[in-house]
């Protein structure tokens, strides 16, 4: 909808859709529903492959459907918050994109806005399903079904060691690099935090703040991987459009991505360390959010230019 009236809405003797600030709007409503999109198809397959594993267990097929979303229950609570944020952003720069006539309820644009509000409050709030993810991820560390302790203990080793030279090489090789640094921000906050409340220092359940950080990292993470793992996929494939259009999503949200990290982890740890323990933690966020800047004007407009010859989605 935004495509097409961007094409066709005629300001300043041209389309709107020729002004930078509107390409800006189309191309990143695209990158953050690519993303969102690439996280929902891969939780549906890691869950369809579980609950096949489970029948073939000889489970009945109600417990291998509620065990398999017990086992992606972090994962689904992603998915609720990132996919109804990703919906407002689009309804709220689509309504804008349509200006005035945006505004008016008899106008799809509008109806839009008002539909998608509800879903940031129903099937759990949003800042429920951020409490949840949280909560799941120690509750499993505690039962000792995951491993925190042990990389956070390898992130902490790291950060006292000298940061390596080596020069990377191969095809994506900064995004599985940025990638693979995002985890271990989320492991250094993660586990700093989870040590002092171990040491009675901090009770995180008193501490939403910092439970909120830690959801969005935990989003950006795996919003950001599960679109590097669909954009290497696509690499050789049939597609709609050039790899480059893909590759230019991608190291947009990255950008991004590696911004709201350092904006998140900072914001969490000076909530609960101090001194030289929070200098050490700062200097490990420095390290690990290193992703090279990115032409974001460039690579947005090459989004924007595909959307708008399709004439729409065209991924
Ligand atoms: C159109 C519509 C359809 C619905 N359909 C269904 C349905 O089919 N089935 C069903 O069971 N329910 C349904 N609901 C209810 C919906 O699930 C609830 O509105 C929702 O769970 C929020 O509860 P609440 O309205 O009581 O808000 P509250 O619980 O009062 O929350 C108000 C605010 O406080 C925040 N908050 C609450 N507790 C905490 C906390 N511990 N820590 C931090 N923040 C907190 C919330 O996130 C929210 O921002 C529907 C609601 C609407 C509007």
């Known amino acids: 909808m935004a495509v097409a009236y961007a094409n066709e809405r005629v300001q300043f003797g041209q389309a709107i859709g020729n002004f930078g600030a509107i390409q800006y709007k189309l191309a990143e409503m695209a990158i953050r529903n690519f993303a969102a999109e690439s996280a929902a198809y891969r939780t549906s397959q890691c869950m369809q492959d579980k609950k096949a594993e489970e029948s073939a267990e000889g489970k009945s097929f109600g ?42 309820e008899e106008y799809p644009a509008a109806r839009a806005y008002r539909d998608s509000r509800i879903n940031r409050i129903y099937e759990g709030t949003n800042e429920i399903n951020r409490m949840l993810m949280v909560d799941q991820l120690f509750k499993r560390a505690l039962k000792g079904q995951l491993d925190i302790v042990g990389p956070a203990w390898a992130v902490q080793k790291e950060l006292t060691s000298m940061p390596s030279m080596e020069r990377l090489e191969g095809d994506y090789a900064q995004e ?129 230019e595909a959307l708008r010859k399709a004439g729409g989605w065209c991924f």
């Open 63 to 104: 417990q291998a459907t509620l065990e398999s979303a017990e086992e992606y229950a972090i994962e689904c609570s992603i998915l609720k918050v990132y996919g109804s944020e990703v919906t407002d952003y689009c309804v709220d720069e689509n309504l804008q994109i349509h200006g005035g006539i945006g505004f008016s």
């Open 176 to 304: 599985i690099k940025a990638v693979s640094d995002f985890k271990k921000v989320i492991l250094m906050v993660a586990g700093g935090a989870a040590k002092m409340q171990m040491d009675g220092k901090l009770n995180l359940k008193e501490e939403q703040e910092v439970l909120m950080n830690c959801a969005d990292m935990f989003i950006d993470l795996y919003a950001a991987e599960s679109m590097l793992l669909r954009v290497q996929k696509l690499v050789g494939m049939k597609k709609e459009q050039p790899q480059e259009v893909y590759d230019a999503m991608l190291q947009v949200f990255i950008h991004d991505a590696t911004a709201r990290m350092t904006r998140n982890a900072t914001d969490a740890l000076a909530s609960f360390a101090e001194g030289d323990l929070l200098k050490t933690f700062l200097l490990g966020v420095k390290r690990f959010t290193k992703y090279p800047p990115v032409n974001v004007k460039v690579k947005r407009r090459l989004v924007a």
